[in-house]
């Protein structure tokens, strides 16, 4: 049976952070990484009440990756991000880029897009490789980033530019130009998928209903 997206609600973002969120898997992404944002519930409109004053905010959060879910459950937040590093650049892979769909609601997209915006992510993937870059893949729970680590930041931006432009895909340039990145191993609590990172091989039979993204409280 197909899993549609929708919002989490405030028991699932809590059972989530409780049961299945690991700071160790994230730490093996980030490293020991301490700086870190949530917006609380701005999309969803779904927030604790002690929090109404602010739901709409980033709120920075100054922790160790380890303390990071008792802050998690404190806020039960919509969406859970880290602040980049100088040198990492993030490509975000957007399905409504690709182009329009009757099917298309508002968080949501159709199988369709899906296996269309794989095909985008995998074309970036190679002209990168390609380049000498060592880019990384994640599940952003919605569509994909693409992650990598340079030290010419301008001259590698100007050339995804380049690339994004002559191969027409599905990516967000003004991301790139933004310093918050989806906490990997989150709930994205727009769509109840988990952010994950994948490699090129996974990318091929993922699927949204697959196990590798969906929190348990939905299986």
């Known amino acids: 049976m197909s899993l549609a997206l ?4 405030l028991d699932e973002r809590w059972l989530y952070y409780r049961h299945e969120f690991d700071p160790s898997s994230a730490r093996e992404v980030l490293g020991d990484w301490n700086q870190f944002a949530i917006i609380i519930g701005r999309r969803t409109r779904i927030y604790l009440q002690q929090y109404k004053h602010i739901y709409h905010r980033v709120i920075k959060l100054n ?3 380890d303390d990071l879910r008792d802050k998690l ?8 991000y880290y602040i980049r590093r100088q040198n990492e650049i993030l ?3 957007d399905p409504e880029k690709v182009h329009t769909c009757k099917y298309l609601k508002k968080w949501d997209f159709c199988p369709y897009l899906f296996e269309e915006l794989k095909k985008h992510v995998c074309k970036m993937y190679e002209i990168l490789e390609n380049a000498g870059y060592d880019p990384e893949i994640r599940f952003s729970g919605r569509g994909f980033h693409i992650v ?6 301008i001259e590698t931006k100007n050339f995804l530019l380049d ?12 991301v790139m130009y933004k310093r918050l990145a989806r906490l990997p191993y989150s709930l994205n609590s727009l769509t109840t998928r988990i952010v994950t990172p994948i490699s090129i091989d996974e990318l091929e039979t993922l699927t949204l209903d697959d196990d590798r993204i969906t929190p348990k409280f939905l299986r």
Do not use: G, M, S
């Not at 929708?6 to 609600?9: D, L, P, V, Y």
């Not at 990598?148 to 930041?153: A, G, I, N, R």
């Open 148 to 153: 990598l680590f340079t030290d010419k930041v």
């Open 6 to 9: 929708r919002f989490a609600n």
């Open 73 to 80: 459950l404190q806020y039960l937040p919509e969406a859970v």
């Open 91 to 93: 490509l975000d892979f």
């Open 163 to 174: 690339v994004i432009d002559n191969y027409k895909l599905a990516v967000d340039p003004i």
């Open 63 to 65: 922790c160790k990756i």
